[in-house]
């Protein structure tokens, strides 16, 4: 099976909607709803060979306000259930990874039975402070550090 990630289009915003837990996706804006108006990422992942769509990647930018620095936020990522565990969800995110690479990447929520499958893909958990070391219980966040390019 191949895995080829591309934008997402209007076309897509269908199949995005009705392959999810639970959110809505737009093309415009739309309040409570995920739209490609506000993303900074919308990726789809597909089989260049079948034409199916396996799974799909939303992002927005967070600008910075006042001393604290703008990152980039992972909004919803969704596999389907037939392709999980095919390499689907690392595609997306390291194309993410590839398109903002001098970002922070915050997940704005995590599953917390995944946890081990988010470090996997190359995030990692900051507790919240007073949190006990070595505690996960899951209050933190989980995110990206930006990479640093070559000095």
Do not use: C
């Not at 895995?3 to 309040?31: C, F, L, Y």
């Not at 690479?101 to 599953?111: C, E, K």
């Not at 499958?117 to 933190?140: C, D, I, T």
């Amino acid at each position: 099976m191949k895995i080829r990630v591309r934008d997402a289009h209007p076309a897509d915003v269908e199949w995005m909607s009705d392959n999810t837990e639970g959110w809505t996706v737009t093309v415009e804006k739309q309040e409570g709803a995920a739209s490609l108006a506000e993303a900074l990422h919308a990726l789809i992942a597909e089989d260049p060979d079948q034409g199916v769509r396996m799974g799909w990647l939303h992002s927005s930018l967070q600008r910075a306000v006042g001393d604290d620095p703008g990152y980039v936020r992972l909004y919803e990522l969704h596999v389907s259930p037939e392709f999980r565990e095919t390499g689907v969800a690392r595609a997306l995110v390291e194309e993410l990874f590839t398109r903002v690479p001098n970002q922070q990447i915050m997940l704005s929520a995590w599953d917390r039975e995944l946890y081990e499958v988010w470090l996997k893909l190359g995030f990692s958990y900051v507790p919240e402070p007073g949190e006990a070391p070595g505690y996960r219980g899951y209050f933190g966040d989980m995110m990206r550090p930006p990479v640093e390019g070559p000095s």
